[in-house]
C-alpha cells in the first residue's frame, strides 16, 4: 500500500511540474506575441505552451519526417534537382564521409544537387543539405567544397533549423505549429530554407563545427578559408554571401581556429577536382 502511495504521489508531481513548466512558456507567448495578434484564454495558452516545449523536445524521428516533406515540398515546386547518377554519386560521397564524422552522425544524411548556377547551399532539418552547380563549378578543389557540406552539416547536428522554427512559431503567435500541427511546420521550414538566414551566433557556431568535422574527415581545413575569401573577392557577392553574414568576421575567426597540423590535409588537388567537375558538370 505505501508503495502504491508513493506511485500515485510521484504521478501527481509530475503532472504538477510540466504544468508549471506550461504556464512558464505560455506566459513567454503571451509576453511576446505582437499585439495585434488576437488574445488567447488561460487554458488555450497553456495548450500552446505545451506545444512549444514538445518542439523543443524534437525526436530525430520527427525531425526526419518533417525534413522530409519540406524537401519533398522544395523538390517539387521550388528546385529543379539533378538527377544525374554520377553527380549524386560524387557529392553524396563527399557527404557521408563528412556526416559520418559530425557532432551528429546517428540520422541519415541526403545529399542533393540543385540544377542552378548561383553560387549557393544550405541545409533543412532532418538531414537534407543541398548545393548548387555553380557553387561546384566556383569551388578550385574538393577541400573547397566540402568545407561548404561541412558547414552545412552543422547547422543540422547544431539544430539550428529548429530553433529557428521555434522563434518563427512564437513570434508570429502559430504556437500550434511547434509540434502538432505538421502541415503549418512544414510550412514554416520552407519559408525558413528559402528566405530565413541564419543569426551570427548560428554562422559562427556552423563554422566551429563544421571546420571540426573536415579535420576529422581528413579534408584540408584551409579549403574552408580559402572557398569564403575568393568569394568575398568576387565582383558582385554571389547568393551564399547575402544568406551568411559578416565573411569577413567569420574569414578571421576561422583562420585562427584551424589547426597547423591539419590545414593540409586531402582535396587541394586543383587539377584532378577540375577534370572531375567537368566530366560531371561540363563547365
Known amino acids: 500500500m505505501l508503495k502504491s502511495f508513493w506511485l500515485t504521489c510521484r504521478r501527481t508531481c509530475g503532472r504538477g511540474i510540466y504544468l508549471l513548466l506550461s504556464l512558464i512558456v505560455a506566459a513567454g507567448i503571451w509576453v511576446i506575441t505582437p499585439e495585434q495578434t488576437q488574445a488567447f484564454s488561460l487554458p488555450e495558452l497553456i495548450f500552446r505552451g505545451i506545444q512549444v516545449i514538445q518542439l523543443s523536445n524534437m525526436s530525430d524521428s520527427q525531425e526526419v519526417t518533417i525534413g522530409r516533406q519540406i524537401n519533398q515540398q522544395l523538390a517539387n515546386s521550388e528546385f529543379n534537382i539533378d538527377r544525374d547518377r554520377a553527380t549524386t554519386q560524387y ?61 552545412e552539416i552543422a547547422h543540422i ?72 575569401k575568393k568569394l568575398l573577392n568576387k565582383p558582385s557577392p554571389p547568393s551564399i554571401l547575402s544568406t551568411h553574414p559578416a565573411t569577413a568576421d567569420r574569414i578571421a575567426a576561422i583562420s585562427q581556429a584551424i589547426d597547423p597540423e591539419l590545414a593540409s590535409g586531402e582535396g587541394l588537388n586543383n587539377e584532378d577536382y577540375r577534370l572531375e567537375i567537368r566530366r560531371l558538370l561540363g563547365s
Not at 552547380?133 to 558547414?151: C, F, P, Q, R, Y
Request: no cysteine; glycine share 8%.
Open 157 to 228: 547536428s547544431a539544430r539550428h533549423a529548429i530553433q529557428q522554427m521555434r522563434q518563427m512559431a512564437i513570434a508570429s503567435g502559430v504556437a500550434s505549429a511547434t509540434g502538432l500541427d505538421r502541415s503549418q511546420a512544414v510550412q514554416i521550414g520552407v519559408e525558413l530554407a528559402l528566405r530565413r538566414p541564419h543569426s551570427r551566433q548560428a554562422e559562427y557556431e556552423a563554422d566551429r563545427l563544421g571546420l571540426q568535422t573536415m579535420g576529422r574527415a581528413g579534408y584540408a581545413q584551409s579549403g574552408m578559408v580559402d572557398f569564403m
Open 91 to 151: 557529392i553524396n560521397r563527399i557527404g557521408q564521409r563528412l556526416a559520418e564524422e559530425s557532432t551528429r552522425p546517428n540520422i541519415p544524411y541526403t545529399f542533393q544537387v540543385i540544377d542552378d548556377d548561383n553560387i549557393n547551399a544550405f541545409a533543412t532539418m532532418g538531414g537534407f543539405v543541398y548545393v548548387n552547380k555553380g557553387l561546384m563549378a566556383a569551388a578550385d578543389n574538393e577541400a573547397e567544397l566540402a568545407s561548404v557540406l561541412a558547414h
